[in-house]
């Protein structure tokens, strides 16, 4: 089992920026898929980013269009997701989640399984 606990949320204008932050606990970390989903109100949760257990392979979600990129840091059980050129349809509570053994494309198809944070908001303002 893993926890994890994300950071970084906040309200930022329209073309802003912000670093989301995942710390999982536990000591396989590198064996553990891992991802970003996010959840606005009244909508379905919905797959943003995921990366391999190694780091060398990310998969992101159309909507991304370049502007996200995930990253981890296995040596501080830590996973990343920088935002650039956000939106104010990229508002939600977004969510880490983790997986062991997988690829990060059954962490997006098969959510149900995956552990996951408490969320952190992000807001983006018009």
């Known amino acids: 089992q893993v926890q994890l606990v994300e950071s970084g949320g906040g309200l930022v204008q329209t073309g802003g920026s912000l670093r989301l932050s995942c710390a999982a606990s536990?000591?396989?970390?590198?064996?553990?898929?891992m991802g970003w989903f996010r959840q606005a109100p009244g909508k379905e949760r919905e797959f943003v980013a995921g990366i391999t257990g190694s780091g060398v392979g990310t998969y992101y979600a159309s909507f991304v269009e370049g502007r996200f990129t995930i990253s981890r840091d296995n040596a501080k059980n830590t996973v990343y997701l920088q935002m650039n050129s956000l939106e104010p349809e990229d508002t939600a509570a977004y969510y880490c989640?983790?997986?062991?053994?997988?690829?990060?494309?059954?962490?997006?198809?098969?959510?149900?399984?995956?552990?996951w944070g408490q969320g952190t908001q992000v807001i983006v303002s018009s």
């Open positions: 536990g000591r396989t970390f590198s064996s553990y898929a």
């Open positions: 989640a983790a997986r062991w053994g997988v690829s990060p494309v059954v962490l997006r198809t098969h959510s149900t399984n995956n552990f």
